[in-house]
């Protein structure tokens, strides 16, 4: 398969603890993606993370790159009721516009 | 308001009937795909178009077909060949802005049911 792979497959947690998602993918990169999708609906793009950067942030979210390990992370602070939603990576191969997706995290946080 | 439409949200189909979903953007992106997700599963690509009238077989290409007569439009068609075709269809588009691929905006999806 060449889909990349997630884990933990689904996380639960309380309101106010962190989140932490794990994403591994087979090939050499462009970029890698995280996406966020509410159950029954599209995906909405949430961070890009370049070959070349090791960490990113945007507000609540903190997504980092080990290309040496095909991995990256991404982590969820101070969570939310409202953050509860699968979760996806999904990695641009170099030289491609083909994007592979993770299996996705399905997180669920109480409030 | 810009953004991707697919069209139509829920679609039922009777074994052996062929079915068109649409899937319309008004983003000027030159780049579209078509994904199926089935229940509790990540996104699988079936099909992509970095151009207008051209598109490459992703994944799971077998048993669906595509065209690209206009970049605002990539219309997937389910034929009977697909054996398992209930599923929930994504389709999504992207920029190559200064050659960088960027990221893939998505439609609500379209679920298929047959019956």
């Known amino acids: 398969s060449q889909q990349g792979e997630e884990d933990p497959q689904a996380l639960s947690i309380q309101e106010g603890e962190n989140a932490t998602m794990n994403c591994s993918y087979k090939?050499?990169?462009?970029?890698l993606q995280w996406y966020r999708q509410n159950s029954g609906r599209g995906l909405v793009h949430l961070i890009l993370?370049?070959?070349?950067?090791r960490e990113k942030h945007s507000g609540r979210l903190r997504v980092t790159l080990d290309t040496s390990k095909k991995s990256s992370s991404l982590l969820i602070t101070a969570s939310r009721a409202a953050d509860t939603a699968s979760y996806f990576c999904a990695s641009l191969g170099s030289g491609t516009y083909k994007y592979i997706f993770g299996t996705g995290t399905r997180l669920k946080v109480l409030a | 308001d810009g953004g991707i439409t697919q069209s139509p949200k829920y679609l039922f189909r009777k074994e052996g009937q062929n079915v068109t979903l649409s899937c319309e953007q008004n983003l000027n992106h030159d780049a579209m795909y078509w994904y199926r997700q089935d229940p509790g599963q990540g996104l699988r690509l079936i099909y992509y178009s970095q151009i207008v009238n051209d598109f490459q077989k992703g994944d799971i290409a077998e048993g669906y077909s595509v065209s690209r007569e206009k970049k605002e439009s990539f219309p997937l068609t389910v034929t009977s060949a697909q054996k398992n075709p209930t599923a929930f269809y994504l389709c999504?588009?992207?920029?190559?802005?200064?050659?960088?691929?960027?990221?893939?905006?998505f439609g609500p999806g379209t679920r298929l049911t047959v019956l």
């Open positions: 993370i370049r070959s070349n950067e």
């Open positions: 999504a588009s992207s920029d190559r802005t200064s050659g960088t691929t960027n990221e893939q905006f």
């Open positions: 090939t050499s990169i462009n970029n």
